[in-house]
């Protein structure tokens, strides 16, 4: 079964909508030397959006397990937890079953469902171009680029073009070999709401088969007079059910000059 990440302090009422803007779409490696990226960060991004592409041309379906988990030691103590199963289908839909779902009745109904459901609106093709990691949403630069062992890794630092619910300003970090990104971290461009001072996130991806899915989703978030909140998802068990072949990024880079 899937483990449940450490929690802090919480009050649930101001989170809601800090929470559904992160997952709107909505990544610690060894000390490895680092030395001159050999492309840009424009460059690394056209990778990643191409090669997004063409995985999701390629992944028809899958299903996954995760867990929420959710706990709160402000003006009131209340904690959840809810186990949620996952069904994907190209190109745009997402069905979820609840499992088990205990501890609170306010944050399972006013958080989870509701995070839920925002997942669901953020499938929609106009807040995948809104929200989506591209030149055109946000300006980039390479901060680090380390190689080791054969395997790359780049660090980009992204600022958004313009004051969207949907961006964030942070990291990147992305693989490149796959041109994948593999872990994010940052803050919400726009502050959801008055009572938000500061929410603070963090995801990471894992490799499933030929494809880079979620695995963890934390964020931590201080609200005016009610402290701190933190929110943990966690996602596993994941089964690719139907999926056609990915290119790599030297046959696509093939295809663009003709060769």
């Known amino acids: 079964m899937i483990s449940l990440c450490h929690t802090r302090r919480y009050d649930s009422r101001w989170f809601l909508r800090a929470f559904a803007v992160l997952l709107v779409g909505l990544p610690a490696l ?46 009131s103590h209340k904690k959840a937890d809810m186990v949620v199963r996952a069904e994907y289908h190209a190109p745009d839909k997402k069905t979820f079953t609840i499992v ?63 004051k969207n619910k949907f961006l964030f300003r942070g990291k990147i970090w992305v693989d490149g070999s796959d041109f994948a990104i593999t872990r994010i971290e940052g803050q919400p461009a726009v502050n959801p709401s008055f009572w938000t001072l500061r929410t603070d996130f963090k995801r990471s991806y894992q490799k499933v088969g030929d494809f880079w899915l979620p695995e ?17 998802i966690e996602y596993g068990q994941y089964e690719i059910t139907r999926s056609g072949a990915v290119k790599a990024v030297s046959s696509l880079e093939k295809s663009s000059t003709g060769q």
């Open 30 to 75: 060894a000390q490895q030397a680092t030395v001159s990226a050999p492309l840009s960060a424009d460059e690394v991004v056209q990778r990643i959006v191409a090669m997004n592409e063409v995985r999701a041309r390629a992944l028809e379906s899958y299903s996954s397990l995760r867990s929420y988990r959710l706990e709160c030691h402000c003006m």
């Open 100 to 162: 088990s779902e205990d501890g609170s009745g306010t944050v399972r109904n006013k958080v989870f469902k509701k995070l839920l459901e925002a997942e669901q609106e953020s499938m929609r093709e106009e807040n995948q171009q809104r929200s989506a990691i591209s030149l055109e949403n946000y300006t980039f630069k390479v901060v680090d680029y380390q190689q080791a062992k054969g395997n790359a890794l780049y660090v980009l630092e992204a600022e958004p073009k313009t």
């Open 216 to 232: 963890s989703n934390e964020s931590e978030t201080k609200v005016r007079i009610f402290g701190t909140a933190d929110l943990c």
